[in-house]
């Protein structure tokens, strides 16, 4: 089937071309569930091959020389320029294309011009525009945000009787890119009829809205002054913006102070100080510098491919909207067992009026359980990531449409920011309320089995027969039957193999932890960020090997014949002072100072096993440094102290001191995983340091699965046994689904957790573990095969 007679084609029938032709044109696609068009959309096989053709029959010059070569990418680029007009239906004669690297450098244009008038400008914008239009009240002598339809509305009524002395300049997005709510276009034309002395100019964002509809900017008199796009969410590729601007607005460029290679005619540099701008077309005089002539041919190639493919994008629009609607309905209509809705829609209260022209194809919520809590959107997008889900959460750069949605007034938006909200953090339920969103985004590509795919993740994860119950809290202390460590591991370089302490041998628990744990980690040249094996599975394949007789660290890199070692004595007479360089490294978003080794031999072993430019750093273990001290995010509640101070150090372990994890636990949830068909569990995806096993004298088939949940503490039985306090139950996320012996990502035990063991958004197994408060670290030990006693 072609896409030649798709505008006549049924919904149904339309769905179905775009199945099987996606198969053969988007090979990446494969078994992901794309739901990021907003973010950006995929690109096609017959445009890549396009292009590539293109490229290799013939040879494109720089545009600015005269050579053949040259004159040849002028032809192309002009072309070019027409083509993407007439795509907007914009007229030539009234509107000129300025190429740009996206829409956010297009509207730094548009900000720029008003920015160098006289009298500066008046800058207004609607509430849900994206953080890139909002930053032009940045450069705005006067602005002022406009918090609903209804404002603006009366503001472009009371146009005609303002006076105005400062340029005026009018933005909002055509579609906003986090609820899919499409704003009114006719905005545009009214200003220009209500402001006689046109003072007022209009910026249309059209980056979200023209992804998935034809933009029509045919009819001069309605069309906004500047509309800004971003190409690649339409066509996926080339990385590619642009500003389509009415020519009559070119006087407002005059002012111009910059010019560049490419903007200027003449430049005289040495005793008089003169240049004359490009006088020409508005595009000669701010495209600085050498156009992305190769990102041009893409676009032409783009615009060619993409009426093959999906015939007209008025057909895209009907296709989405379709897939829009459903994935609305069936969000709004999933409901708990207790009746309760899961899902929180924003920004469409018109549900049930949509004609498909006021909702665009994003779709922003946010989920409760079946108590009305709200699910932690990392959670969402943990789980989401595990099934092969690409979606967005967070803030989307929208700060408005956020705040809106989510009745977050600007001093808690602050005091977010205080308590350590960042775009991005885990912690994203804050005083009770969600500080972002979740969006899923729908695309061309889209098509109805990926919305009926996503509803039945949601379903199958998120939906409640009965409500959940929470880890009970103890009511007294009491000890318990005994247990025994059955394994004790330690994990030298954080995020790499474990090493597994021989049985029998004692070992050495301190405040930071189990001696040698986490000493170590491997860390991007570039960036000096700790590398973790959630990015970096490979890491999993490195192992680190304690060689005490030698004094030294062994690591191997996956199928490596030769290792290489490192001292592990910090006694400085083992080392050159040039072996170290003092850095910066950040591990898990904190800024630690870290000796980064200086050696090339072990960046370039590293780097050639992992792939990645990077070296190995070791965190002195009792720095006196206070910059290198980490504190364990897990502490007791009732311990006492406030903040950091009452939770004990750490040094590379992400959140506590140690991790303790129940055989009888692993078993229980084994059983369920195996009960579905899947693999069962090895205890090392947990990356736990001890594993308990009920000992082997208590009997048979009384074993105690997620007794830990109600531990409080235990004591090592033997004459240096340490106590050790439990500090809540170990957050997860889908790190533990990489199998530690060969690297690869599966989707257990994570599914089968995330169904079983969620308690109030938080996916736990095994427990966080310190040193009970008091001891004093150095002189306890431990070893497998100790048994221990518990307190409840
Ligand atoms: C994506 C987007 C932007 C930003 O576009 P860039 O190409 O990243 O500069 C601005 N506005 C809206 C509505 C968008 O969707």
Partial sequence: M?????HDMSADAYDSYIESMRKEQYPMLRETLYLDHAGTTPYSKRLMDRF?????????GNPHSVSPSSQRSTQMIEDTRLQLLSFCGADPDDFDVVFTANSTAAIKLVMEAFREQDAGFWYGYHVDSHTSLVGVRGAATMHRCFESDSEVESWIGGQDAAYHEAHHLFAYPAQSNMTGRRLPLDWCSRLRQEDSRRRTYTLLDAAAYASTTPLNLSDTDTAPDFTVLSLYKIFGFPDLGALIVRKECASLFRKRSYFGGGTVDMVVCLKEQWHAPKSGALHEQLEDGTLPIHSIIALNAAIKTQLELFGTLERVSRHTAYLAARMRQGLAELKHGNGKRIASIYGSPTLEHDDGNTLGPIIAFNLRDSRSNWVSNTEVEKL????GIHLRTGGLCNPGGIAHALGLSPWEMRENFSAGHRCGSENDIMNGKPTGVIRV???????????????????QFFVEEYPRPSPSVPAACQTQRRFHIESLTVYPIKSCAGWQIPYGN???VREEGLAWDREWCIVHQGTGKALSQKQHPRMALMRPHLDFAAGLLHITAPSAVESISVPLSKDPRCFEKRDFAQRDASVCGEIVQSQTYTSSTIAEYLTKALGIPCTLARLPATSTQSASVRH?????PHSGGTGTDAAPRI???????ILTISRSSLNRLNEQIKAKGGKAAHPAVFRANILLAESPLSPPGQEQPWAEDQWRGMRIDRTDGAVMEFLGGCRRCQMVCIDQRSGEKNQEPFVTLAKTRRFDGRVLFGVHTALATGSEGGSLRIAAGDFVEIFT
């Fill in 384 to 387: 989401a990531s595990v099934k």
């Fill in 2 to 6: 072609s896409a030649n007679n798709v």
């Fill in 651 to 657: 040094l590379l372990s992400n959140e506590s001191p």
């Fill in 441 to 459: 985004s729908l695309g061309a590509t889209s098509t109805i089995s990926d919305v009926d795919r996503f509803l039945d993740f949601v379903k």
């Fill in 52 to 60: 590539h053709a293109e490229m290799m029959g013939s040879l494109f």
């Fill in 506 to 508: 004692s070992w050495e």
């Fill in 632 to 636: 364990s995010k897990a502490h007791l």
